[in-house]
């Protein structure tokens, strides 16, 4: 019974938290000043790499390149733990990810890009540029973005790269 319960729960969490991996407006939100104070990321080189390579892509494609934003890194590198620690490249509790950047940066929309398993960026952003979905964040109606990169029990790395609009 416990893992019945258990398991009606987890479904319930995942199918609210799975709905959109691409959120487009902010509803309901009052006008309080919801900003919050950041630590300073630290990038690795591998981050800014992917950082440059999806800005050199966008400029490629005629775009805007997009500015880092510490909240998004700060969320990033939570969701590459949650995948790390459940074996599992997902896009689970997006929902508050996108919930987290609404209210501390003010986000308008929020998309995210995920990875396994690449040794490079240059590999995992051609990976990213060769999905429809996925090429369709890099290139959509964003202001800013966070990256994470980390290496995974196995020794593979997950990558996570959240979208913004502000």
Known sequence: MKNLTYMVWLMAVTVISLTSCS?????????ADLTTAVTPVSYSDLELDVLDLVNAYRVQQGLSELQPVNEGSIQAANHNDHMISNNEVCHDYFGARYQALVQSVRAEAVSENVGYG?????AVVNAWINSPGHRENMLGNFTHF?????????GKFYFTNIFVRK
């Open 23 to 31: 959120k487009d407006s902010i509803e309901d939100l009052d006008s």
């Open 118 to 122: 690449y040794h490079t960026a240059d």
């Open 146 to 154: 966070g990256v994470s990169v980390k290496e995974g029990k196995d």
